[in-house]
């Protein structure tokens, strides 16, 4: 015998939700990380070098009725002093501030910095909730010293909740998965449930590149490059890309080259064999280094080189 109430539940139509949530923070916190653990797999690049995204990245995870569309932004920091290039990372960070559902906020640990500050302020008249988010909770030694930090922090502005997580070890991100959903608007889904972000396969491709450059390379030199996609071209055996390095010095471009073509030949062997994951295809990846001199605090060359505000 069918139970009526229940037939009558099932009749009810599921109701979609659909909302956008910008994770942002100060350089280096792990925003990108988290990002990635969310998704279940690499989208966003990391590196343990500050200001390693530069450009907002949509990460899309749709699950059943509800889909989120997560937006990791660059770290905000003091650009005073900084060229074009730190100011499109600030302005874009900022950008993504307008139009969310949701804010979340990532720190470090028992570590508040000036920078903090300035992500801080930049809150101040976002009318949506904010979580407070604390990464990386698994590298302390004594869990007891958080609670004064969590105490204080929490005087700072009014959080809809403070959660202490670990980005790379997973660590309580259910349980923020769970918080983001109880506040997603209902509307239509903006993507197809399949879809994990909104970029071009040739954006994740540079991506990539750059990420092998950040990983491998010393302090300086990764500032001062940036990567672009001559070719991308893919037949039912090969996926053949050319990617052109672009830095800003002579001096840059023999760090970057190696002794021999060694460095140069790590770094494309390293981001092959994750470009070949990614596309599950084999993959002819080739590689140049150009001098372009002040590419980084030229604004027009920001522009043609895909650095625009979406």
Same mark, same amino acid.
């Given at each position: 015998?069918?139970?009526?109430?229940?037939e009558?539940?099932?009749?009810?139509?599921?109701?979609?939700?659909?909302?956008?949530?910008?994770?942002?923070?100060?350089?280096?916190?792990?925003?990108?990380?988290?990002?990635?653990?969310?998704?279940?797999q690499?989208?966003?690049i990391?590196?343990?070098?500050?200001?390693?995204?530069?450009?907002?990245?949509?990460?899309?995870?749709?699950?059943?009725?509800?889909?989120?569309?997560?937006?990791?932004?660059?770290?905000?920091h003091?650009?005073?002093?900084g060229?074009?290039?730190?100011?499109?990372?600030?302005?874009?960070?900022?950008?993504?501030?307008r139009?969310?559902?949701?804010?979340?906020?990532?720190?470090?640990?028992?570590k508040?910095?000036?920078?903090?500050?300035?992500?801080l302020s930049?809150l101040?008249?976002?009318?949506?909730?904010?979580?407070?988010?604390?990464? !990386?909770?698994?590298q302390?030694?004594?869990?007891?010293?958080?609670?004064? !930090?969590?105490? *204080?922090?929490?005087?700072?502005?009014?959080?809809?909740?403070?959660l202490?997580?670990?980005?790379?070890?997973?660590h309580?991100?259910?349980?923020? *998965?769970a918080?983001?959903?109880?506040?997603?608007?209902?509307?239509?889904?903006?993507?197809?449930?399949?879809?994990?972000?909104?970029?071009?396969?040739?954006?994740?491709?540079?991506?990539?590149?750059?990420?092998?450059?950040?990983?491998n390379?010393?302090?300086?030199?990764?500032?001062?490059?940036?990567?672009?996609?001559?070719?991308?071209?893919?037949?039912?055996?090969?996926?053949?890309?050319?990617?052109?390095?672009?830095?800003?010095?002579?001096?840059?471009k023999?760090?970057?080259?190696?002794?021999?073509?060694?460095?140069? !030949?790590?770094?494309?062997?390293?981001?092959?064999?994750?470009?070949?994951?990614?596309?599950?295809?084999?993959?002819?990846?080739?590689?140049?280094?150009?001098v372009?001199?002040?590419?980084?605090?030229?604004?027009?060359?920001?522009?043609?080189?895909?650095?625009?505000?979406?």
């Amino acid at each position: 015998m069918t139970d009526k109430h229940s037939e009558q539940e099932s009749d009810q139509p599921v109701t979609s939700r659909c909302g956008y949530v910008a994770i942002v923070g100060r350089p280096n916190v792990g925003k990108s990380t988290l990002l990635n653990h969310i998704l279940g797999q690499k989208l966003s690049i990391t590196s343990d070098k500050p200001q390693t995204t530069r450009q907002q990245i949509l990460g899309i995870k749709t699950e059943g009725a509800d889909q989120v569309i997560y937006v990791d932004t660059p770290g905000m920091h003091d650009d005073a002093q900084g060229k074009a290039l730190n100011r499109f990372m600030n302005k874009e960070a900022s950008q993504a501030l307008r139009h969310v559902d949701l804010v979340i906020f990532l720190v470090d640990r028992t570590k508040w910095t000036v920078e903090d500050d300035i992500v801080l302020s930049k809150l101040e008249h976002i009318q949506c909730p904010v979580i407070l988010a604390v990464n !990386k909770v698994d590298q302390l030694k004594d869990k007891a010293d958080l609670l004064p !930090k969590l105490e *204080e922090w929490s005087a700072k502005r009014e959080f809809t909740a403070l959660l202490p997580l670990s980005a790379k070890r997973g660590h309580n991100v259910p349980e923020l *998965e769970a918080l983001v959903h109880k506040y997603l608007p209902e509307g239509p889904h903006m993507f197809d449930e399949d879809q994990i972000t909104d970029r071009s396969s040739r954006f994740v491709v540079a991506e990539i590149v750059r990420e092998k450059l950040m990983r491998n390379l010393g302090e300086e030199v990764p500032y001062g490059l940036t990567v672009e996609i001559e070719e991308f071209s893919q037949t039912s055996q090969l996926l053949t890309i050319s990617a052109l390095i672009l830095v800003e010095r002579e001096g840059q471009k023999r760090i970057v080259i190696g002794d021999k073509g060694a460095g140069l !030949k790590t770094i494309g062997r390293d981001a092959r064999l994750d470009i070949e994951r990614m596309f599950e295809s084999k993959v002819m990846l080739n590689l140049w280094v150009k001098v372009r001199r002040g590419w980084s605090d030229d604004e027009r060359a920001l522009r043609s080189l895909g650095y625009r505000h979406e």
